[in-house]
Nanobody, 122 residues
Framework: QVQLVESGGGLVQAGGSLRLSCVVS????????MGWSRQAPGQEREPLTA????????RYADSVKGRFTISRDNAKNTVYLQMNSLKPEDTGIYYC???????????????WGQGTQVTVSS
């Protein structure tokens, strides 16, 4: 059974930073593309960024490009999301996901985490 557990969310002022972590257990971590999405209240889930199993390829949504950085440590079965220059519109529940390809990591991942709340105050 694969489990994804996010942590690192919290309350931060605009302009601040947070680092989210997602620990994966149960299967071969480096076989999976890992992604982060977020969902604001009353809105659909928004894909943000993803990283290949090797960590060599990353993709970012325009809304976070230049501010957020995804990385992974395959020895620790962990994917990270470094978030800088946070804005109030970054507020939401942040989810990590594991999938077999970039094509499915946002819409049809094999596994989702339970989410971690990020709140950015103005």
């Amino acid at each position: 059974q694969v489990q994804l557990v996010e942590s690192g969310g919290g309350l931060v002022q605009a302009g601040g930073s947070l680092r989210l972590s997602c620990v994966v257990s149960g299967r071969t971590f480096n076989n999976y593309v890992m992604g982060w999405s977020r969902q604001a209240p009353g809105q659909e889930r928004e894909p943000l960024t993803a990283i290949s199993g090797s960590g060599l390829t990353t993709r970012y949504a325009d809304s976070v490009k230049g501010r957020f950085t995804i990385s992974r440590d395959n020895a620790k079965n962990t994917v990270y999301l470094q978030m800088n220059s946070l804005k109030p519109e970054d507020t939401g529940i942040y989810y990590c996901a594991a999938a077999v390809s970039f094509g499915s990591v946002y819409s049809r991942p094999d596994y989702w985490g339970q989410g971690t709340q990020v709140t950015v105050s103005s």
